[in-house]
């Protein structure tokens, strides 16, 4: 399995909104559990959201729940970060990552150790 990232939107404001998509290769996606990190300037990684492999289980760390969306198109191969409402602690390189069959809840509480694939990262910058 093998993961990237892509980034729409560009450039956001504080208040704005962006949409990350990890486009995953291989035939066996939709065994996988997706998680989305992220790592802002001199800190660690961190958990941001993850949904199961069927899409039926979600989780988000509090600092984003409520403002960001993870779904997936099993169809697609595809895992998205929807981000409304951006605040610029929100600037991080972002990486999607994945792990086969397992709670969400694991993805959580493991972070950053465990994910079986990473994507490369993409930058999202908030401004002020």
């Given at each position: 399995?093998?993961?990237?990232?892509?980034?729409?939107?560009?450039?956001?404001?504080?208040?704005?909104?962006?949409?990350?998509?990890?486009?995953?290769?291989?035939?066996?996606?939709?065994?996988?559990?997706?998680?989305?990190?992220?790592?802002?300037?001199?800190?660690?990684?961190?958990?941001?959201?993850?949904?199961?492999?069927s899409g039926g289980s979600?989780?988000?760390?509090?600092?984003v729940k409520g403002r960001?969306?993870?779904?997936?198109?099993?169809?697609?191969?595809?895992?998205?970060?929807?981000?409304?409402?951006?605040?610029?602690?929100?600037t991080a390189v972002y990486?999607?990552?994945?792990?086969?069959?397992?709670?969400?809840?694991?993805?959580?509480?493991?972070?950053?150790?465990?994910?079986?694939?990473?994507?490369?990262?993409?930058?999202?910058?908030?401004?002020?």
């Open positions: 399995l093998r993961c990237s990232c892509r980034r729409w939107g560009g450039l956001v404001q504080t208040g704005g909104s962006l949409r990350l998509s990890c486009a995953a290769s291989g035939r066996t996606f939709s065994s996988y559990s997706m998680g989305w990190f992220r790592q802002a300037p001199g800190k660690e990684r961190e958990f941001v959201a993850a949904i199961s492999w979600t989780y988000y760390a509090d600092s960001f969306t993870i779904s997936r198109d099993n169809a697609k191969n595809t895992v998205y970060l929807q981000m409304n409402s951006l605040k610029p602690e929100d990486y999607c990552a994945a792990r086969f069959l397992v709670d969400v809840v694991i993805i959580a509480t493991a972070g950053n150790y465990g994910m079986d694939y990473w994507g490369k990262g993409t930058q999202v910058t908030v401004s002020s």
